[in-house]
């Protein structure tokens, strides 16, 4: 993981080489990166930690497919709580993460929906194609580009991601995209049939 994470670093200099003084809307992204970013009732009684990449294609299969049925089934009905938690294998997955807060912790489970959408539209191609269809995903959220850059350039808020991201991965011993973490309990990707058993057994 450790090389993971030079790798990260090096990439991201790459790709925004200047480092800007922190405008205030920055310094409010930071102050908020501790807030776990979850869905569903904090007292249900599966708790799921999602880890997933934004580049992962089973991961936007998950987000696309599987999690409309877990909420309408489980989370919707105060059974499951979600966390989800971003793993960087790669540096357009650290610029997405740093896309999908640039409109707060309220606005954060939208802006993934959408970044995993449309993934086959922006997570591929050279480093200029990626951040094209990056800032197309914030300006279909109603960022402007200069908004979405900015967000992108926090080079203070993808160093904090990075060391939480190695920090989980370490805790939960992650290795492979999307894992779940069902009350305690490391799974590795599943169908929507699988997860459903494990959940019931967990309300027994």
């Known amino acids: 993981m450790q090389r993971t994470y030079i790798l990260l670093s090096t990439v991201f200099l790459i790709f925004f080489p200047l480092v800007v003084t922190p405008s205030e809307q920055e310094n409010i992204l930071n102050s908020e990166i501790n807030i776990p970013m979850t869905i569903g009732d ?74 995993y959408n449309k993934q086959k539209d922006w997570a591929r191609g050279n480093r200029d194609d990626i951040i094209k269809g990056l800032l197309s995903i914030g300006r279909q959220s109603g960022l402007t580009d200069e908004r979405s850059r900015e967000c992108m350039e926090n080079s203070n808020l993808a160093e904090n991601l990075i060391d939480i991201f190695k920090k989980n991965v370490e805790k939960h011993k992650i290795s492979s995209t999307p894992s779940f973490v069902i009350n305690g309990e490391l799974k590795t990707n599943m169908s929507y049939e699988e997860l459903k058993y494990l959940i019931e057994k967990n309300l027994e």
């Not at 007292?43 to 934004?54: M, T």
Request: aromatic residues 14%; charged residues 20%; glycine residues 6%.
């Open 42 to 115: 904090a007292e249900a009684p599966v708790k799921i930690i999602e880890y997933a990449s934004f580049t992962c294609p089973h991961c936007a299969t998950f987000h696309n497919e599987i999690l409309p049925k877990l909420k309408n089934e489980f989370i919707n009905t105060g059974k499951v709580q979600l966390e989800y938690r971003e793993i960087y294998f790669d540096g357009p997955g650290l610029w997405a993460g740093l896309l999908a807060r640039c409109k707060g912790p309220e606005k954060y489970f939208p802006m993934i929906n959408l970044i």
